[in-house]
C-alpha cells in the first residue's frame, strides 16, 4: 500500500507450508507465541508530524496506555487487547492506541452483532495485540517475508506502518476511513473470519474483503456492520493481488 494520501488494502497467503497471518490482506497464521517483544524505552518526544516514512524502526515496543474499565459493546464474550507501537517510527503509542479504541469501540464495528465486546488494557496479559509495526518487523511479527501489506499472525495483529501512513493509491475515501478499514479487517480475522469478495460491482465492499490490494468494482468500505446492524458478507473469495506500487522509504 504505497502513496501518501491516497487509497488502500492488505492480506496474504501460506508461506513455508503454513496458512499466513492474515492482514487486511495479507494471510493469516495461528502461531500464538511471539517473542519479538522487548522492552518499551521512552518514547520520542520530539515526533514529527507527519513522521517520516521508514522501513525499519527499533523493534523494541512502546504500549499505549489503557483507560480503566471502559468496555466497547453489551453482550457477547469479552476479548481484552493492548495497543503495541514500535519505537523509531516517530509515532506516539496513546494516540494509536486512542485510534485503535474509538475504530473497536464504534457502533458499527465488531461488537454490533452482540457476539464480541472489547477492553483495552494495558502491558500484560491480553487476548490479541494490536501492534503498529514497521515492515520490517511486519514481516516478523507475521511470519512472512512480505513487507507491503498488514496481517494477522495468532494473537497479533499487526498493522504496517507503511500503510498507516500512506494508504493505498486505489482507495476511493479518506486515509482514516483507510485506518478503520484495516484494523478492522485483521481484527476480523482475529475473531474467526476469512477473506470475501465484493458481492455487488458498485455496492459497498464487505470489511473482509482484501481492499487493500483492489476494490474489485465496490466502493471502500470500512466497517463490518455498516448500518450498525446488519453484517455486510460477500462470498468467500481472495484477491491476492495485485501487487502494491513500491513504498519511498526515508531510510532506504
Request: proline share 8%; with cysteine; charged share 20%.
Amino acid at each position: 500500500m504505497a502513496a501518501a494520501g491516497a487509497g488502500f488494502a492488505v492480506t496474504t497467503s501460506g508461506y513455508g507450508g503454513s496458512s499466513l497471518p492474515a492482514d487486511g490482506e495479507s494471510s493469516t497464521t495461528d502461531s500464538a507465541d511471539h517473542t519479538v517483544r522487548a522492552e518499551d524505552p521512552a518514547a520520542p518526544t520530539d515526533a514529527e508530524y507527519p513522521p517520516p516514512l521508514y522501513f525499519s524502526g527499533a523493534g523494541t515496543w512502546t504500549y499505549a496506555e489503557a483507560p480503566s474499565g471502559e468496555v466497547a459493546g453489551s453482550a457477547g464474550t469479552l476479548l481484552r487487547y493492548n495497543v503495541a507501537v514500535e519505537d523509531g517510527l516517530g509515532l506516539d503509542a496513546d494516540e494509536i492506541g486512542d485510534s485503535v479504541r474509538t475504530i473497536l469501540s464504534d457502533p458499527r464495528s465488531w461488537t454490533a452483532g452482540g457476539g464480541w465486546r472489547f477492553e483495552q488494557v494495558g502491558r500484560g496479559t491480553a487476548d490479541f495485540t494490536v501492534y503498529l509495526a514497521s515492515p520490517e518487523q511486519r514481516s516478523v511479527l507475521c511470519e512472512h517475508p512480505g513487507t507491503s501489506v498488514s496481517c494477522r499472525n495468532g494473537d497479533a495483529v499487526v498493522i504496517n506502518s507503511a500503510r498507516w501512513l500512506t494508504g493505498v493509491p486505489h482507495w476511493d475515501d479518506t486515509l482514516e476511513t483507510y485506518r478503520e478499514y484495516v484494523v478492522n479487517h485483521e481484527v476480523g480475522h482475529r475473531l474467526g473470519h476469512a477473506h470475501e469478495v465484493c458481492p455487488d460491482e458498485g455496492g459497498p465492499s464487505p470489511v473482509m474483503a482484501q481492499q487493500t490490494y483492489r476494490l474489485a468494482g465496490c466502493a471502500s468500505n470500512a466497517w463490518p456492520y455498516p448500518d450498525g446492524e446488519t453484517y455486510l458478507e460477500g462470498p468467500a473469495g481472495e484477491y491476492g493481488g495485485p501487487e502494491l506500487p513500491p513504498d519511498q522509504y526515508d531510510d532506504r
